[in-house]
């Protein structure tokens, strides 16, 4: 090392060490600072508002966001977003319902049969298939429309006059549901996590005190990260389900690190502030490497055009970051000034030392890698194979009130969706020509435009100022379709591609079209395109993250590698077991998956390191999976929990599901990095040596005559 370089890391370690004596000699400044952001934290959280629809989360210029800015600028009321059906009534009956459904708080517009027909005269008269649209076997079923901001006013108003017998479904239902149940089910979630992790840290802990301080550091960091989230004025609903929870499973063994670390000074040092600093300038290192690469991860997600992945990643980055900075300056305080019973609670470790089962792995590693390398293939193109829900019309399955009220409307009226039109006003003739064409589509079950409704010979002067409201504006006509179409899927995304030709055939420049399954079929073309493109950020950065921590060109290959299969085999498994899965929660994990556990593998890997230069590779294997078992354990166990947690409490799909891939990736990537990785690293062992900088291997006799030959 020249002069210049020695100065150079002299002068930083100097920085350094000043800064963590400062943070020792100023302990309950420090202390007293992080508590009153705590609780600052508690109230900024209550203002923090949340979102629950994801269709809010189009892009800007999406088409059917455009249309939908548009439609609310020329039209009062908004999209139909609800049905509503009643059983046992009798058409007067239907009629009376209709009008409470409009007094209903939240409630801008209720569509039934008297807005499409004379309702007067005979239903033998009518159109069949108009009626049997709104009125079937004595049951009524009304499209209505709810407000944005009321929809849980209106749900539960709408309830209360319709009684439990009878059902209402609706993305609008579906939004209210969860934005009144996520609340409870995530705080369920919080407290037996934090149970768990509370049993975990008193498993792998040897003092009584030492689970209290990492559980009290870890709640600090995360009730400022959900104040300071207020910067963003609203957060997405995954962002309040998951954040606060991952947060606390990817920062926990940073807070446990820095505690061995002191344990270990304070062996050497004759003063804990004295430990407390030199297990500060130890730890910083590996600490931030593993809180970057995990930051990286995160903010892969930024590069989403779909909004929830900003929203999602720069809360958990921000997070992480909190987490960070929470560990190095208000843990030192803390367990400084906890330091005496953290002494007189000693205890001996609960958990058994782990040496044999290091020699076990050693026995079955090269199997096991080998058996990895045929797995990648399989893995890779499974998990790009599987079955999607790109919107919300699956959140509520089976068992939940909104599953089971959608299941009992569409047995009787099938499943169906309202899409909305706007085509300039001027020319009604054009606009029936373009009736006709609609109603020649087949899954077009009816049309209520003034052309259909008025007729195209009728001056709008003869009609009264609050039909023609909702029929025209100044400037655009309004057909309301209702089509013979699920949500999502093949069918409905080629039904949406069919109605936006058949209008641009008469209207090229000047239209809009906006419904469920329109804003659904954006979303599947915005979510889509991005895949590839937050896949390869997340990757190419962490990799770029690990070739200059590392300094080598195999490491970082094997590292990534390695949990990027934990990934594909994670999400290979809907595939096998034939299950469908929510494009959301599918997009999300390999981020988050890839964020928080290659962690785990550039532990192992710097342990590997370090042994090696003392001893024999299998040797240094055995060494690395004893003291390393514990720590990934710890955080994996923790992780993986947390998310299963969410999976099996959450009634939301994508909660539900986004929990379940983190619960089962978690333990793929403990695998890979318990009983894949030391095999890896043994059979590469000779290359690492070529591929990177200053490895120092030890070399035993054998070793010294297979290099000589």
């Not at 300039?424 to 049309?447: G, M």
């Amino acid at each position: 090392m020249s002069d210049a370089e020695h100065n150079k890391r002299e002068n930083s370690g100097g920085f350094m060490k000043k800064f963590y004596q400062t943070i020792v000699n100023n302990q309950k400044k420090i202390l007293v600072l992080f508590v009153l952001l705590a609780v600052t934290g508690i109230f900024l959280k209550e203002m923090v508002a949340v979102d629950y629809d994801i269709t809010d989360y189009l892009p800007e210029d999406s088409a059917s966001t455009v249309s939908l800015e548009k439609m609310e600028s020329e039209f009062e009321g908004g999209i139909p977003n609800a049905r509503v059906m009643v059983k046992d009534v009798s058409i007067p009956e239907a009629l009376e319902y209709k009008e409470k459904l409009q007094n209903c708080a939240g409630v801008t517009e209720v569509t039934w049969l008297d807005d499409n027909v004379d309702i007067l005269q005979p239903v033998e008269t009518m159109d069949e298939d108009t009626v049997e649209t709104y009125y079937k076997d004595n049951t009524a079923l009304f499209t209505v429309t709810i407000s944005e901001d009321q929809r849980i006013e209106a749900v539960s108003a709408i309830r209360e006059v319709i009684g439990e017998e009878n059902a209402l479904s609706g993305d609008a239902v579906s939004t209210a549901a969860a934005t009144a149940g996520t609340v409870k089910e995530v705080s369920q979630i919080a407290v037996i996590a934090v149970i768990f992790v509370a049993i975990v840290l008193f498993l792998t802990t040897t003092s009584w005190v030492e689970p209290i301080l990492v559980l009290a550091g870890l709640g600090i960091a995360v009730l400022i990260n959900a104040g300071s989230n207020l910067i963003f004025g609203e957060i997405s609903f995954v962002t309040n389900a998951a954040g606060s929870i991952l947060q606390l499973a990817v920062s926990l063994d940073y807070s446990v690190f820095l505690l061995h670390r002191y344990e270990e000074c304070l062996k050497k040092y004759s003063t804990p502030k004295e430990a407390m600093v030199k297990a500060l300038c130890k730890s910083t290192s590996s600490i931030l490497s593993s809180g970057l690469t995990t930051v990286i991860g995160f903010l892969a997600l930024v590069f989403m055009r779909f909004q929830i992945g900003p929203d999602l990643g720069l809360a958990l980055a921000k997070g992480v970051a909190l987490s960070l900075i929470t560990v190095f300056i208000f843990m030192p305080a803390l367990i400084l000034a906890a330091n005496k019973w953290i002494q007189k609670t000693k205890h001996r470790s609960i958990l058994p030392d782990f040496h044999k089962f290091g020699k076990g792995v050693s026995k079955v590693m090269i199997p096991l890698a080998c058996l990895f390398v045929v797995v990648i293939v399989p893995a890779y193109l499974a998990s790009n194979n599987n079955f999607f829900y790109y919107g919300s019309a699956y959140i509520y399955g089976e068992g939940t009130d909104v599953g089971d009220d959608t299941a009992e409307i569409e047995k009787v009226f099938g499943k169906s969706d309202t899409y909305v039109a706007l085509v300039p006003k001027e020319d009604l003739a054009v606009q029936k020509e373009l009736s006709d064409a609609l109603h020649e589509i087949p899954q077009i079950k009816n049309i209520l435009s003034y052309v259909d409704t008025v007729g195209a010979e009728i001056p709008e002067e003869y009609l009264d100022e609050e039909t023609l409201s909702l029929l025209m504006s100044d400037r655009y006509s309004r057909f309301v379709i209702t089509v013979d179409a699920d949500s999502e899927g093949k069918s409905t995304f080629e039904l949406v591609e069919t109605i936006r030709d058949t209008i641009q055939k008469y209207y090229p420049e000047d239209y809009y079209l906006a419904g469920n399954g329109v804003s659904t079929y954006d979303l599947m073309d915005t979510i889509t395109a991005d895949t590839v493109k937050v896949n390869v950020i997340a990757i190419g950065a962490i990799f770029l993250v690990l070739l200059f921590t590392t300094k080598s060109l195999l490491l970082p290959i094997l590292l990534v590698l390695g949990i990027e299969t934990a990934v594909w085999m994670n999400l290979s498994v809907p595939y096998f077991k034939d299950s469908i899965v929510f494009y959301i929660s599918y997009l999300i994990i390999s981020s988050i998956q890839l964020g928080a556990t290659v962690d785990y593998a550039i532990l192992f890997t710097d342990r590997y390191m370090e042994f090696r230069k003392k001893m024999n590779k299998k040797q240094a294997v055995i060494e690395t999976v004893s003291s390393v078992t514990v720590s990934v354990i710890t955080s994996g166990s923790v992780l993986a929990v947390v998310g299963f947690l969410l999976g099996y409490i959450s009634s939301h799909g994508v909660l539900s599901q986004l929990g379940m891939f983190l619960g089962i990736g978690s333990l793929f990537s403990m695998i890979i990095v318990l009983f894949v990785l030391p095999g890896l690293l043994y059979l590469c062992d000779r290359l690492i040596q070529h591929t990177t900088l200053k490895t120092n291997f030890y070399q035993d006799r054998k070793e010294i005559g297979q290099n000589e030959k």
